[in-house]
């Protein structure tokens, strides 16, 4: 069955740092992957998706996500992390039937 | 103004009673969505729709209903609320055609708290 698997519930990194949130999949064939971004109090924006081609993925707000079909995994990163950053982030595989499969989300605090 | 906006943002309602949220989009999109938020468990699908004629269930269907009054309009019901319905509420669009119809854009969501 097609699933998606956030490891980090919550990441805490420090103003400045590097960021990575990891993201696995299970999909049988080539998916369409999606990360999503939900501040406090907001709705989910799209960050960024993936459905072929170059599979490196520059996405809005500086980040960019890399698909590695070995692994599984469509890893969401970020060379410097602003305080505005904090926020929830989902990874999502589709599609599934027309929909998509989200994951349990990684909440990312930021230290000033 | 919003893409997707969803009415009312916030509700506090009681056991038994019924309520109804509203999802309207302005992207001129066919499908539609409902998901329920609860800390720990992601985004659950409640119910689909991929044009006017066509109501799916998803996988956390019981206890709702849907009503696609228009192509840009979409409610979701709760004929009788109970505690463990509490929740955040999404509405998302999507549109047609490889990729665009598995690309969602999210309201902005609606808090129920069921006493």
């Known amino acids: 069955a097609q699933s998606v698997t956030q490891p980090d519930i919550h990441i805490t990194v420090s103003e400045g740092a590097s960021l990575e949130l990891r993201c696995n999949y299970s999909y049988g064939a080539t998916p369409y992957l999606f990360w999503y971004v939900q501040s406090p109090g907001q709705g989910l924006q799209l960050l960024l998706k993936?459905?072929?081609?170059?599979?490196l993925v520059q996405g809005i707000k500086g980040f960019e996500a890399e698909f590695k079909r070995s692994q599984s995994s469509f890893n969401l990163r970020k060379p410097s992390v602003h305080w505005s950053d904090a926020a929830e982030y989902f990874c999502a595989v589709g599609p599934q039937g027309g929909k998509l499969i989200f994951g349990q989300g990684t909440e990312l605090s930021v230290k000033p | 103004d919003a893409d997707v906006t969803q009415t009312p943002r916030n509700r506090i309602t009681k056991t038994g009673k019924r309520i109804m949220l509203e999802c309207s989009q302005t992207k001129g999109h066919d499908r539609m969505y409902w998901y329920r938020q609860d800390p720990g468990l992601g985004l659950r699908l409640i119910y689909y729709?991929?044009?006017?004629?066509?109501?799916n269930k998803g996988e956390i269907s019981d206890g709702y209903s849907v009503s696609r009054q228009a192509q840009a309009k979409f409610s979701l019901s709760l004929e009788s609320a109970i505690p463990n319905q509490t929740a955040l509420y999404f509405c998302?669009?999507?549109?047609?055609?490889?990729?665009?119809?598995?690309?969602?854009?999210f309201g902005p969501g609606t808090r129920l708290l069921v006493l």
């Open positions: 998302a669009t999507s549109g047609v055609g490889r990729g665009n119809q598995e690309t969602q854009y």
């Open positions: 729709s991929f044009d006017v004629k066509d109501i």
């Open positions: 993936y459905f072929s081609g170059d599979t």
